[in-house]
């Protein structure tokens, strides 16, 4: 399975971004799949942004997050997106999206990750 993210950008505070993760590779739909989003800021860890559940589709966000990024797939397109609304600077960061084949109750660690796509550069400036 190979990831590819795309949508990054400069955009400014309280704007908007969808960030697309297109996935290839595979015999299997994305349904099947579960794919998270990460983010990773200059001299900062790698932090859990949100997740979409195999099979049920459920979603995950983390708290700082919430309510601003909406994580979603596209089965016919085997393509996740993540909606990125009123971006502040400290969501400038570069966005990886990764996949597992089964759902893990650790969704938010990356460990938990094999797979992992180039990352996407998001900046939130004025």
């Known amino acids: 399975v190979q990831l590819q993210a795309s949508g990054g950008g400069l955009v400014q505070p309280g704007g908007s971004l969808r960030l697309s993760c297109a996935t290839s590779g595979h015999t299997v739909s994305i349904y099947t799949m579960s794919i998270a989003w990460f983010r990773q800021a200059p001299g900062k860890e790698r932090e859990f942004v949100a997740a979409v559940r195999s099979t049920s589709g459920s979603t995950y966000h983390a708290d700082s997050v919430k309510g601003r990024f909406t994580i979603s797939r596209d089965n016919a397109k085997n393509t996740v997106y993540l909606q990125m609304n009123s971006l502040k600077p400290d969501d400038t960061a570069v966005y990886y999206c990764?996949?597992?084949?089964?759902?893990?109750?650790?969704?938010?660690?990356?460990?938990?990750?094999?797979?992992w796509g180039q990352g996407t550069l998001v900046t939130v400036s004025s």
């Open positions: 990764a996949y597992r084949s089964y759902w893990s109750v650790a969704y938010y660690s990356s460990s938990q990750y094999a797979t």
